[in-house]
């Protein structure tokens, strides 16, 4: 079974411009959650779709938002970026998002705002 | 809200060693899962070992077990036989074992960088 796919993985922009990341999760997983990681500040959880549906939110500007389609990928959006939203972005994917189930991470797409 | 604190930046460890990564959490909930994450060099995240809150008895994944102290909300992880492979962030995370309408997130640690020197 494939596992969580991002793209692109790499990805260079200026400030006020705007990015969308993309996420496949594993196949029959319904639940896509984001994170933005940086050095000395771990993983920040930034939404989690289920079922198309935004289901949580961490607590991040509306200029991140995001969504999820009928087969379950997703993408986020970051508008008017900032030097600060240069991260690491993961998605992890799970079957309902809950309990003891494991999330399954995506490689990442680095951003670097300039 | 629940935080998850890790209070060593950087460890390093001898190869065929035994090192302890600490982790502690701060919550009011009696019902959750805890959970140790590995994001090795330029790859992917992964689950290495869970733990439940109301199983009493610690965890255990080949080299890799845990000290579980719900009391002192304390959740270490333990790697013995420390291989070089072994070396990567090690990310604590926290759980409700209560889903409401909104879900249920996970909260991270900062991590713990793990050196492992031959």
């Known amino acids: 079974k494939a596992g969580v796919t991002q793209t692109p993985r790499y990805l260079i922009k200026t400030r006020g411009q705007q990015v969308t990341l993309s996420c496949s999760p594993i196949?029959?997983?319904?639940?896509v959650s984001w994170y933005q990681q940086t050095p000395g500040q771990g993983l920040q959880f930034l939404f989690e779709?289920?079922?198309?549906?935004?289901?949580n939110k961490g607590n991040f500007p509306g200029r991140f938002s995001g969504r999820q389609f009928s087969n379950s990928r997703s993408e986020m959006n970051v508008s008017t970026l900032e030097l600060g939203d240069s991260a690491l972005y993961l998605c992890?994917?799970?079957?309902?998002?809950?309990?003891?189930?494991?999330?399954?991470f995506g490689p990442g797409t680095r951003l670097l705002v300039l | 809200a629940q935080t998850v604190t890790q209070s060593q930046p950087e460890m390093s460890v001898q190869e065929a060693e035994t090192v302890t990564l600490s982790c502690t959490y701060d919550?009011?909930?009696?019902?959750?899962?805890l959970f140790w994450y590995k994001q090795p060099p330029s790859r992917q995240m992964i689950l290495v070992i869970r733990?439940?809150?109301?199983?009493?008895q610690n965890a255990t994944e080949n080299r890799f077990s845990v000290n579980f102290q719900k009391a002192a909300k304390s959740f270490s992880l333990k790697i013995s036989d420390s291989q070089l492979g072994d070396a990567a962030m090690y990310f604590c995370?926290?759980?409700?074992?209560?889903?409401?309408?909104?879900?249920?997130?996970?909260?991270f640690g900062t991590g713990t960088s793990l050196t492992v020197i031959p």
């Open positions: 992890a994917s799970s079957l309902s998002g809950q309990g003891r189930e494991t999330q399954y």
């Open positions: 196949s029959g997983h319904r639940s």
């Open positions: 779709y289920f079922s198309e549906t935004q289901r």
């Open positions: 919550t009011s909930e009696s019902d959750y899962y």
């Open positions: 733990q439940e809150a109301y199983k009493q």
């Open positions: 995370a926290y759980r409700s074992a209560f889903f409401g309408y909104t879900g249920n997130q996970f909260y």
